[in-house]
């Protein structure tokens, strides 16, 4: 099946879904709003667990702060839910109670996805992890507190609808959410691209449902039922990109922490920190597998062995700093002489190994001479000094060798023999 055809079925089942819900809403409502904030309910506390779960092995505390801030607003979310007009679970609870704690816990998420990008590569030490819960349960229980003592303000009047205070809260609320999308944007480096997109999708159907909260005047109104459905694509977007992420691919949930350290170690393994180009096992294993294609294909195939002229002249006139210098400049210089196809790496000391692919060795000669006049034309500056460097090269191309060795064996021959001659890059080179 396409990828085409899979997104217009996704799109297909999720337009039937909505509209299942919708048709729901509007002939039992209070089970319909039960439902959705039941999911979404779920939802937070499934991200609270894996995020606590998780400290032990991920250093960012991000997610754990997320996840206890999603924690904190399922609490709320759940009275709310539990005390919703019609319900009955507490009775002799006014409309205005659960409108109370709608705005609480929204209040609690939304400030805490504005401020967790300043958790981005933080890790907690343990004292103000505690410090962390504790602000989140004092904040929790006191929201509850006051609403239950009446200190928090009115969200909803019966027979009078929202408050000023309802309808100023959900804009500033959205507006939360909205600059929330902008301080994560800021930040898009540090994340999975897929994740990144999951986020900002779900705090931009979070401020929409807020925006749909505040029109409507009965608690079961149209308006009240379109912000819900908003909050249904919120959450779906929450749990694709952090629970179901967390799940399928844990080592990408957080920012490509754990693939960032994973590379870094691959570079490491296989580049020449001098130069910057790859080691030399990394290097001969690389060609090894090319030299085997190109037998089995039959396409052309040139080993260049180079060598610096005059690096231990600089190392014993202006000491190894100098000469190491010299090394990394050169490397630089070879990066960018050569195809991305072809392979550039240190072979040792001064030698440098190149594998040019689908190249016979009469035009890597050519190409080895341009590289060798560049280098002779750019002599390099290190403080008041302008020290010139020449490399020599000897080039072979493939035509039976049995193994990788006898090419290169060639080519380091061909090599000596040019730097005997005191021909740089000049020398005629064979296929032996």
Not at 99 to 111: C, E, I, K, N, P
Not at 233 to 262: M, V, W
Not at 268 to 284: E, H, K, Q, V
Request: proline letters at 2%; one cysteine or more; glycine letters at 8%.
């Amino acid at each position: 099946m396409g990828n085409k055809l899979k997104k217009t079925l996704s799109l297909l089942a999720g337009a039937i879904f909505f509209a299942l819900l919708f048709l729901l809403s509007q002939y039992d409502y209070l089970f319909f709003h039960t439902l959705v904030e039941s999911a979404i309910i779920v939802i937070g506390l499934l991200i609270f667990t894996i995020a606590f779960n998780a400290k032990k092995i991920v250093r960012n505390d991000f997610f754990l702060f997320l996840g206890v801030a999603f924690l904190s607003s399922s609490v709320l979310e759940f009275f709310h839910t539990l005390t919703y007009k019609g319900l009955s679970v507490i009775p002799g609870v006014a409309t205005n109670v659960p409108t109370q704690l709608w705005l609480a816990g929204r209040y609690v998420l939304a400030a805490s996805f504005l401020a967790s990008p300043l958790f981005i590569g933080k890790e907690l030490k343990p004292k103000n992890k505690v410090l962390l819960y504790s602000v989140f349960f004092f904040a929790t229980a006191g929201l509850l507190l006051s609403i239950l003592t009446g200190i928090f303000p009115d969200a909803y009047i019966e027979g009078g609808g929202l408050t000023l205070f309802k309808v100023v809260s959900e804009y500033v609320i959205s507006l939360i959410f909205v600059a929330a999308i902008v301080l994560f944007s800021r930040k898009k480096q540090f994340f999975d691209n897929a994740i990144f997109n999951d986020i900002i999708l779900s705090l931009a159907f979070s401020a929409l449902a807020e925006i749909s909260f505040t029109r409507y005047v009965s608690v079961y109104g149209f308006f009240n039922t379109l912000g819900h459905l908003f909050l249904i694509l919120a959450g779906y977007f929450t749990y694709k990109g952090l629970i179901s992420k967390a799940l399928t691919d844990p080592y990408s949930l957080l920012f490509r922490e754990l693939k960032d350290a994973n590379l870094k170690l691959t570079t490491l393994a296989s580049t020449d920190g001098l130069t910057g180009l790859y080691n030399r096992r990394f290097t001969l294993e690389e060609i090894g597998s090319q030299f085997e294609r190109s037998i089995l294909a039959g396409r052309p195939f040139s080993i260049a062995m180079l060598d610096l002229d005059n690096l231990k002249e600089i190392n014993d006139k202006f000491g190894h700093s100098a000469g190491d210098a010299v090394l990394n400049y050169v490397g630089k210089i070879l990066q960018k002489s050569f195809r991305s196809t072809d392979i550039v790496g240190r072979y040792g000391g001064d030698e440098f190994i190149v594998c040019l692919l689908d190249t016979t060795a009469e035009t890597a000669q050519n190409i080895l001479n341009a590289v060798a006049a560049t280098i002779k034309n750019e002599p390099i500056s290190i403080g008041q000094l302008s020290l010139p460097i020449s490399i020599s090269s000897g080039v072979c191309g493939f035509s039976g060798q049995k193994s990788l060795s006898e090419l290169i064996n060639a080519a380091d021959k061909n090599l000596l023999e040019n730097k005997k001659k005191s021909k740089v890059l000049s020398a005629p080179m064979t296929n032996i």
